[in-house]
Structures are given as C-alpha cells and as structure tokens.
C-alpha cells in the first residue's frame, strides 16, 4: 500500500499548555499539524507527511485530535501573518512582560486588543499571560 497523496491537518488539544516544540518562548493549548499518517510508539502519537515525520506528542499530554479539513481555505502566509503582527516570532521583553501583566492586572481581557498593542497575534498573548503563570486560559 502506498502513501497517502491526501492532505489534511489533526489539530491537537492539549490537557494543559505546554511550550511549543518549534518555539521555547511560547505555550500552546494547541497545534495544528499538516500530516497524512498517525502512529503510536512508546506511549507518543507521530504524525507523518509524505513519509516525513511532522511531529511527536506524549500521548498523555493530548487531550483529543481532531482532522481538520477545508478545502478552499487559504491560510496566510507568514509574511502576511507577519505583516499583520510585526513581533510575531520575536523573544518577549522584560518591559513587554511587565506592560502586559499590568495591562491584564487593570481588566484589559480583549486578546484583540492586547494583540494589537503588542503587534502579536491573540494567541501569544493568551499563550504568554499562561507562561507568565497568570491563569489557565481555555
């Protein structure tokens, strides 16, 4: 049996945040995976593309993997996702840190707005607030 030429992403959700295997600045509740192919060695789930390993997660750590599929969906690049949220992908400052936990400390909840501050997207805000040991966001 040959490999798959169908394409698809599993989105797995996490029991807890956990830091982001490409990126050890940031937690992720979840990540989404291009892949064509689930494994299961040694207690971790393998996701797999086109014969390439895409990805490896204990299996205790997953709370559910879903596929995601939509066809006809453009996801930006990353020089427009960059364009939109100019630190996407810089380390965090001790000042940026303290502005945003100051932020969050006097009610600011928007993650839009908070995302729009820090050029970021809101999933890096939610993501740093939860480093930062500010509470568990779903």
């Known amino acids: 049996m040959g490999e798959s030429t169908a394409r698809t992403a599993f989105r797995l959700t996490f029991t807890d945040y956990h830091q982001d295997p490409n990126d050890s600045d940031v937690l992720r509740r979840a990540v989404t995976v291009?892949?064509?192919?689930?494994?299961?060695?040694?207690g971790h789930l393998n996701l797999w593309l086109a014969g390439t390993h895409a990805?490896?997660?204990?299996?205790?750590?997953?709370?559910s993997i879903c596929p995601q599929s939509e066809p006809g969906k453009r996801r930006?690049?990353?020089?427009?996702?960059?364009?939109?949220y100019p630190q996407m992908g810089h380390s965090w400052s001790s000042e940026?840190?303290?502005?945003?936990l100051a932020l969050?400390?006097?009610?600011?909840?928007?993650?839009?707005?908070?995302g729009e501050q820090f050029r970021r997207k809101p999933s890096a805000i939610r993501s740093r607030l939860a480093k930062l040991g500010l509470e568990s966001l779903a």
Request: charged share 45%.
């Open 34 to 42: 291009q892949a064509d192919r689930i494994t299961f060695d040694d």
């Open 55 to 63: 990805g490896e997660f204990p299996v205790d750590i997953i709370e």
């Open 76 to 84: 930006e690049s990353p020089e427009e996702l960059r364009a939109r």
């Open 96 to 100: 940026d840190d303290a502005r945003l």
């Open 104 to 114: 969050y400390q006097q009610g600011e909840r928007d993650f839009d707005t908070l």
